[in-house]
Structure formats: C-alpha cells, structure tokens
C-alpha cells in the first residue's frame, strides 16, 4: 500500500508535466493498492471450496452451488451434491434454484428503469397507478398516502408477513385485486418505520405491469432479463426443463423431504424467482460493476448511478453487536435500500446483500462495493441458512491479502494544497499563506497565531522540512501526509473549502512520532 500511495506524492508534478490543471478538482477514480490483488484472491478459492462442501455436508443441505465475483466478473464457481435426491442427479452450474426474495432486487430495478424513462416517480402515490389503494383505510387522519418509494423500502406500514407471503405465490392479479379492496391492515403509520413485506413488493409488481402495459413476467425477462444474458433465470417452475430443475427438500425424522414447487402469479414479484448459479454471479456481477462512480459508457439496462442508488440506505432498521465466526466483536448498522440490504460494519464499511428463503430453498448473495467482491450462494434445504459460512468466505479471501478496499483518489487541487502547505511549514511567507487560504481560516485562528504556532513547531522539529511517505486521500478533496524535518516529524491534515478554485478550509498541524503510520479514518469511530 505504502509503494502505490507514495506515488502521489508527485502526482501534482506530473500533472502540470502532462497539461492538466493543478487547480482542477476532478478526481480521478479510486484505486485499489494491491496489483496482483485477484491472484491473490483466487489463491483463496480452494479454502472456499473445502468451506462450502463442508457446509454443505455438515448442515445436510443435498445440493449447492456458490459463486465468487471480482470487479464485475464471475471468476469462480462450485458445486456440491444433488439437485434431485431421487434421481441422485448431481447439481451443475446451470442448475435451477428458486431465489425467493432476492426476487426483490429485479423489481426494484424495474422501477427504477420506468422512473428513469420518466414514466413514474418513487414519491409518486402508488394509488395513481394501482387503484385498488385508494379505498385504504389509514391508521390515523394524518398519515401520508404509501408511496412508491415507501413500497421500495419496506416502510409503507403494512405488517411483516413472511409465512403468509410465501403461500401467496399462486394468487391471480383478480385474486390480489379483491384482497386490496377488501383491505389491507397497517401495523405502523406509512413512513414512520421499517417492516418487511412481501405484499408491498406484490404491489410493486403491479405498478410495473400498469405503468408499462406489459405483464410483469414479461417485462421482467424483455427488459431486464435478456440484457444482462440471463437466458436461464425465469418466474415459472414449469418453464424448467426437468434435467436442470432443483428440486426443493426439507429435514423430518432425518429424511429428506421433497416440497412442491411453488407455481408463479400476482405475488411473483416479490419472491418468484429461479436462477442457476451462472446467471445470479452474473447479476451481481452487474450490480458490483456500478461501483465506482466513472466516466464511460454507461450501457444499462439501468443507469449506473440508479443501481448504485438502490445500494443506499433509505430505510434504517437498527444496529446490532454480535461475534463473527472468529470470535471477534462486531457492530453493523443499517438497513434496506431498493429490494436490497446494506449494513454499514467495522470489518468492511459498506455490505450489500439479500437473502432469499422459501419451502425446500435458500439463497444469498452479498457484495462488498468498495473492494469489488461479492459471493453468491444457492441450496435446496429449507431456509439455507448461509450466512455464516459466507461470514468465513469473506474471512478467508481476507487471509489472502487480496481482498482489499479501493483507495480514494486526490484531485490535483488537493496534492497543489499539500504542496503549498508544506513550503509554508518550512518557511513562512504571507502571500503563500493568503493565496491557499479559504476565507474562513483566519477567522477561525487568526493568521498571526497560526504564524507563531508553526514557528514553534518549527523550533521543536527543526528546518529542512519536506513531505514524507504516503499521501492519504480520505476522499477527493481532504487527505493527510507527514512533513520530515531535521528533528523531527508533523502530521499535517487539511480539508478544502466548496469553491472554484478550492482552498484550505481547515489545516491541522501536530508534532508525529517518526515511527508513526498515518492510518485511513477509521470506518467505526
């Protein structure tokens, strides 16, 4: 890391050398630190294969398949055991699973992809477009009418209802149509909480089919579907030729058990979903590639920036304190986004991920958008529980040194601001200091103060001061770096005023150890 950071030293320098501005404030994208960081990675891959098999054979799951993406690329997939106990056919990578909830994801991408085109808005009254609602009886005189948006996040106020939901599967849009009319209860005001529903998501379904004018199955596979090449996923069991269907199993009396196949109707878009382990690493695949924001093509379906709005948090639902699988403490925080959950953790920042369960399956799939990996994770037993063994996968691509996070990226302005700062360090000059200061600064410390405390801190580190190690980027306009003197070391930070040209907003000057390593801001404080 230290190696590739210290590059920016001289990256000003060599930004005038090759004609771009030193004032700009253009940052290019963020970088990893590690060259060699997917050989590293894939040296990880045979413990991942021995984790999942002993998963798999431990928890008595009969088949599974699991899959590795790296900066938007399937690079590794398994399998393990049978997709058809009976038959004792062995599961494949084209293998078909039920994915349940992580159905979700689809349907909040086709909402996007209309709001995009101008066709809806995500505050937009879902009664506009499904009638139905309008008869909604709400808890109070003055609560909100449900949202679109609210829908998407699970904060529309309708109760969780996950065994209900999963039974609804078969429901005919008539069906669903006569259980809106006839009610829905509220178990919070819209907009006031999160609470898991399937029936909002059902609901979303039917925004797609009325805004487009296309079954939502239909439109699903023409328009999100067959773009991203995924020729095997379908909402219809039946549409599964029998050589590639898993079917679904559960334990009793330490036998497998074989549930029926759940047929696809109303409540599909919430949970209707079947797909091989190819074609989900390639969805997350899609979904990783958002990350970072860049210039470039931007070939869809849907734009960049909208699937990397849906792996935002809109719906906080709490934070917990546990141990991971090692033992050691942690602490997550978040909540949903778009058919998505995000947990902010110590370990890794940002985590992306959703679950899916249903009689006879259980799925995952989770990424880690700042360092470009993700992991996805099918099974044919009940409610596949996976997120421990996929808590150890990431624990052992960590081991690998590979997996590492992204690292922001100076605008040339900031490495023109550390320059500037450092001469002033080492030798006082008024027009230096007036031309690199925001007008705030002075009123903060006036100048002839700040002027006396580095003359002190001059006295106490020595002359021949200049910039030491790494420059560290904190994001495109704040960063910290070491200045070496004779006698010793400062640590300097500095963040950048929000005007053209940027100047120094804020300059923290204090005597370092010279053994000291300047670290990242910590992800938890």
């Given at each position: ?19 771009q ?8 994208p ?16 045979g413990?991942?294969?021995r ?14 398949g ?42 909040a ?7 995009d ?47 209900w ?14 259980m ?10 819209p ?34 579907l ?28 330490d036998?497998?058990?074989e ?21 989900l690493?390639r969805?997350v ?13 931007d070939?869809?379906p849907v ?46 920042g ?10 006879g ?5 989770r ?9 996805v ?6 409610y ?12 052992a ?62 006295e ?7 910039n ?16 070496r ?10 963040t ?12 923290d000057?204090?005597p ?14």
């Amino acid at each position: 890391m230290r190696s590739m950071l210290a590059l920016l030293l001289t990256s000003s320098l060599a930004a005038q050398a090759m004609g771009q501005d030193p004032l700009s404030s253009q940052a290019p994208p963020p970088t990893y630190p590690v060259a060699d960081r997917l050989a590293r990675l894939s040296a990880g891959f045979g413990a991942l294969d021995r984790l999942f098999r002993d998963f798999a054979e431990q928890g008595q799951v009969p088949g599974i398949g699991y899959g590795v993406i790296v900066d938007g690329k399937l690079v590794h997939l398994g399998t393990h055991g049978v997709r058809d106990v009976g038959r004792k056919a062995p599961v494949d990578t084209s293998s078909v699973f039920r994915i349940a909830s992580m159905t979700k994801s689809f349907t909040a991408l086709a909402i996007l992809q209309l709001r995009d085109a101008g066709r809806l808005s995500l505050d937009d009254p879902a009664e506009r477009f499904v009638p139905e609602l309008r008869a909604l009886r709400y808890p109070t005189s003055d609560a909100p009418r449900i949202t679109i948006r609210q829908l998407l996040t699970h904060s529309e106020g309708f109760p969780e209802d996950n065994p209900w939901g999963d039974q609804q599967l078969a429901a005919t849009d008539r069906q669903m149509s006569a259980m809106m009319r006839r009610g829905i209860p509220f178990s919070t005001v819209p907009g006031t909480a999160y609470e898991y529903s399937n029936y909002g998501f059902a609901i979303l379904g039917r925004i797609i089919a009325n805004v487009s004018g296309v079954p939502y199955p239909r439109y699903i596979q023409r328009r999100i579907l067959g773009p991203l090449g995924m020729r095997v996923t379908t909402l219809e069991a039946a549409s599964v030729p029998s050589s590639r269907l898993a079917l679904g199993y559960r334990r009793q009396d330490d036998r497998w058990v074989e549930e029926p196949q759940l047929p696809d109707g109303s409540f599909g878009p919430m949970g209707g979903m079947l797909t091989s382990i190819g074609d989900l690493g390639r969805y997350v695949a899609f979904l990783l590639d958002a990350w970072p924001a860049r210039d470039g093509a931007d070939s869809g379906p849907v734009r960049r920036a909208s699937v990397r709005e849906m792996q935002q948090i809109w719906r906080y639902n709490g934070a917990t304190v546990g141990r991971d699988s090692t033992g050691a403490a942690t602490l997550s925080a978040g909540g949903y986004g778009y058919g998505l959950g995000i947990r902010e953790t110590c370990r890794f920042g940002a985590v992306v991920s959703h679950s899916g369960g249903l009689p006879g399956f259980g799925s995952q799939m989770r990424w880690l958008p700042d360092y470009g990996v993700g992991l996805v994770a099918l099974g044919n037993l009940t409610y596949t529980g996976w997120g421990p063994v996929l808590d150890q996968a990431l624990a052992a691509l960590a081991a690998t040194g590979g997996l590492v996070p992204r690292q922001p990226s100076p605008a040339p302005v900031l490495l023109t601001r550390r320059d500037q700062v450092t001469r002033l360090v080492a030798t006082w000059n008024d027009a230096l200091a007036d031309s690199l200061a925001a007008m705030n600064l002075y009123l903060d410390e006036p100048k002839p103060r700040r002027q006396a405390a580095l003359a002190r801190l001059r006295e106490q580190v020595g002359g021949n001061c200049r910039n030491e190690g790494p420059f560290l980027a904190a994001n495109a306009l704040r960063g910290q770096w070491k200045i070496r003197c004779d006698r010793g070391d400062l640590a300097v930070a500095i963040t950048l005023a929000p005007i053209e040209p940027a100047t120094v907003q804020q300059l923290d000057i204090r005597p370092s150890p010279r053994d000291e390593v300047l670290a990242p801001d910590p992800t938890c404080r």
